[in-house]
């Protein structure tokens, strides 16, 4: 049986690899993002990819394609070029071609390409299959290749979804019907049940008692083979004064105990799995009318107020299985969250004089969570709001000793810095903006990247996407 495909560690100098090497990121400029499969790949053996995150700033996209040559032969991400095309398929061994932006369908943004016995290379596309590439020599080994290149900032591979080694129904008897609390067992007494609503996303079904044959509305599957986020609201709305704790009973084992944050590592957050999310339309009246927006892509543009965060953690870099998560509505219209029973930290500010019902965002790897109730009155969560207020007041006179022994260095460098960051060059964030473009007047690049991109280029402006017909250094006296 194959191995699961993954980034191999030669790859360009702008790309960090996260996740178990399947996430590729371009973290700076808009090239130097090549990259390869960890192994060869079969013909017609499908390379599924997921669009995890784009930008306007930039033009071009993703480039697909195959190579004959080892990427070990790279050695180091130096000896890459900027960009797959052309400076690798001018050379023997290398086939590749941008990419489509509307290949990423805005439901799925997932997408696959194999090659053919013919040395045909396809790309699945939300209308089908479209020949790609030809000419590929099928004789010899082929190495996925991919350029991260442009609008496109990550991409994530992902396994086979018709070829799971673990059913759902296999996943689902590991699941612990029975309620319990490992870390908030002090407001335990205090809960009321509140169930999900019963309509969500089609990735999302409730658990179900085989002695019973009932279904349980308190606990939400999520089937990450449909390619479709899952959407399930909370029945009840959150109030001031209230809160509601909810569990994760169940990780893919696949990838159990390995999620990691898809941003920096400080800010302890998992946008590529769950997120939680607040709306004050009334819900219940959406139910009657069969309005609910089940597409996630399509939420923001209604025109009540919705809101989506990205979970945090506490002191941890990943989430595991029974980890649970209170989030408290207090009367300065603060959504304040705990982990595990952390102290209470600020998570969204709202109007306080609103009611929100709260939903939840499933994705990737999160099997199933469990809504365990509401807190009609924050009381026995005062310990924590009391903990966090003196470890406030602790940072915050730490702080201000800090900046009264740090305050003469501070004022120093800060003009320079000021000035540094806002003349830096638009494209390699390094060297300061020195070229004008023209004709339309824009001075955002050095003047390195601006004959880069002005001679081998897109040969547009960054910021206004104006045809760049010459550049003009300038110099300020």
Same mark, same amino acid.
């Given at each position: 049986?194959?191995?699961?495909?993954?980034?191999?560690?030669?790859?360009?100098?702008?790309?960090?690899?996260?996740?178990?090497?399947?996430?590729?990121?371009?973290?700076?400029?808009?090239?130097?993002?090549?990259?390869?499969?960890?192994?060869?790949?079969?013909?017609?053996?499908?390379?599924?990819?997921?669009?995890?995150?784009?930008?306007?700033?930039?033009?071009?996209?993703?480039?697909?394609?195959?190579?004959?040559?080892?990427?070990?032969?790279?050695?180091? &991400?130096?000896?890459?070029?900027?960009?797959?095309?052309?400076?690798?398929?001018?050379?023997?061994?290398?086939? %590749?071609?941008?990419?489509?932006?509307?290949?990423?369908?805005?439901?799925?943004?997932?997408?696959?390409?194999?090659? *053919?016995?013919?040395?045909?290379? $396809?790309?699945?596309?939300?209308?089908?299959?479209?020949? !790609?590439?030809?000419?590929?020599?099928?004789?010899?080994?082929?190495?996925?290749?991919? *350029?991260? $290149?442009?609008?496109?900032?990550?991409?994530?591979?992902? %396994? *086979?979804?018709?070829?799971?080694?673990?059913?759902?129904?296999?996943?689902?008897?590991?699941?612990?019907?029975?309620?319990?609390?490992?870390?908030?067992?002090?407001?335990?007494?205090?809960?009321?049940?509140?169930?999900?609503?019963?309509?969500?996303?089609?990735?999302?079904?409730?658990?179900?008692?085989?002695?019973?044959?009932?279904?349980?509305? +308190?606990?939400?599957?999520?089937?990450? +083979?449909?390619?479709?986020?899952?959407?399930?609201?909370?029945?009840?709305?959150?109030?001031?004064?209230?809160?509601?704790?909810?569990?994760?009973?169940? #990780?893919?084992?696949?990838?159990?105990?390995?999620?990691?944050?898809?941003? %920096?590592?400080?800010?302890?957050?998992?946008?590529?799995?769950?997120?939680?999310?607040?709306?004050?339309?009334?819900?219940?009246? !959406?139910?009657?009318?069969?309005?609910?927006?089940?597409?996630?892509?399509?939420?923001?543009?209604?025109?009540?107020?919705? #809101?989506?965060?990205?979970?945090?953690?506490?002191?941890?870099?990943? #989430?595991?299985?029974?980890?649970?998560?209170?989030? +408290?509505?207090?009367?300065?219209?603060?959504?304040? $969250?705990?982990?595990?029973? =952390?102290?209470?930290?600020?998570?969204?500010?709202?109007?306080?004089? !609103?009611? $929100?019902?709260?939903?939840?965002?499933?994705?990737?790897?999160?099997?199933?969570?469990?809504?365990?109730?509401? !807190?009609?009155?924050?009381?026995?969560?005062?310990?924590?709001?009391?903990?966090?207020?003196?470890?406030? =007041?602790?940072?915050?006179?730490?702080?201000?000793?800090?900046?009264?022994?740090?305050?003469?260095?501070?004022? =120093?460098?800060?003009? *320079?810095?000021? &000035?540094?960051?806002?003349?830096?060059?638009?494209?390699?964030?390094?060297?300061?903006?020195?070229?004008?473009? #023209?004709?339309?007047?824009?001075?955002?690049?050095?003047?390195?990247?601006?004959?880069?991109?002005?001679?081998?280029?897109?040969?547009?402006?960054?910021?206004?996407?104006?045809?760049?017909?010459?550049?003009?250094?300038?110099?300020?006296?």
């Amino acid at each position: 049986m194959l191995s699961p495909i993954q980034f191999h560690p030669v790859h360009g100098e702008h790309i960090k690899l996260s996740r178990n090497n399947t996430v590729a990121k371009r973290v700076d400029s808009f090239c130097k993002g090549i990259c390869f499969s960890n192994r060869t790949i079969q013909i017609r053996e499908k390379i599924y990819v997921r669009l995890l995150n784009k930008s306007v700033q930039w033009t071009g996209f993703l480039r697909l394609g195959v190579t004959t040559c080892d990427p070990n032969t790279h050695r180091t &991400s130096t000896s890459l070029p900027r960009h797959a095309c052309p400076d690798l398929t001018c050379r023997p061994g290398y086939w %590749a071609k941008c990419v489509p932006e509307n290949c990423f369908d805005v439901t799925n943004k997932l997408t696959y390409f194999y090659v *053919d016995e013919h040395g045909e290379l $396809y790309l699945n596309t939300p209308s089908g299959e479209i020949s !790609l590439l030809t000419g590929i020599s099928v004789q010899e080994p082929l190495w996925g290749l991919l *350029d991260i $290149y442009g609008n496109c900032i990550s991409v994530e591979i992902v %396994a *086979d979804p018709q070829q799971r080694s673990i059913s759902l129904n296999d996943q689902f008897r590991n699941i612990n019907g029975t309620f319990t609390t490992h870390y908030f067992k002090n407001v335990r007494d205090d809960l009321v049940s509140v169930p999900f609503l019963p309509v969500h996303s089609s990735s999302i079904t409730f658990s179900s008692s085989p002695a019973h044959n009932q279904s349980n509305q +308190t606990i939400v599957i999520f089937d990450n +083979t449909k390619n479709v986020e899952g959407l399930a609201f909370f029945s009840e709305p959150l109030t001031t004064n209230t809160g509601v704790l909810m569990q994760i009973l169940s #990780i893919a084992p696949s990838n159990e105990s390995r999620l990691r944050s898809t941003t %920096a590592s400080a800010s302890n957050s998992l946008a590529s799995h769950i997120q939680f999310g607040l709306t004050n339309c009334e819900i219940k009246h !959406l139910l009657r009318t069969k309005d609910i927006p089940l597409n996630v892509e399509q939420i923001n543009n209604r025109s009540e107020c919705w #809101i989506i965060h990205d979970f945090k953690l506490s002191n941890k870099t990943t #989430i595991d299985r029974d980890d649970e998560f209170l989030f +408290t509505f207090n009367q300065d219209g603060i959504i304040e $969250y705990s982990h595990n029973n =952390s102290k209470l930290k600020d998570f969204i500010h709202v109007d306080p004089t !609103l009611d $929100y019902y709260p939903f939840l965002i499933l994705k990737s790897d999160i099997v199933a969570v469990r809504s365990m109730g509401y !807190l009609k009155s924050l009381k026995k969560c005062q310990s924590l709001c009391e903990t966090n207020s003196l470890s406030k =007041s602790n940072e915050s006179s730490s702080s201000i000793t800090s900046a009264h022994n740090n305050n003469r260095s501070d004022n =120093s460098m800060k003009n *320079d810095f000021d &000035s540094k960051l806002s003349h830096d060059c638009t494209i390699c964030l390094d060297r300061i903006r020195d070229t004008v473009l #023209i004709p339309c007047g824009h001075i955002c690049l050095c003047y390195s990247c601006a004959e880069e991109l002005h001679q081998r280029g897109a040969r547009q402006c960054p910021i206004c996407r104006a045809t760049i017909t010459t550049i003009n250094r300038v110099y300020l006296a």
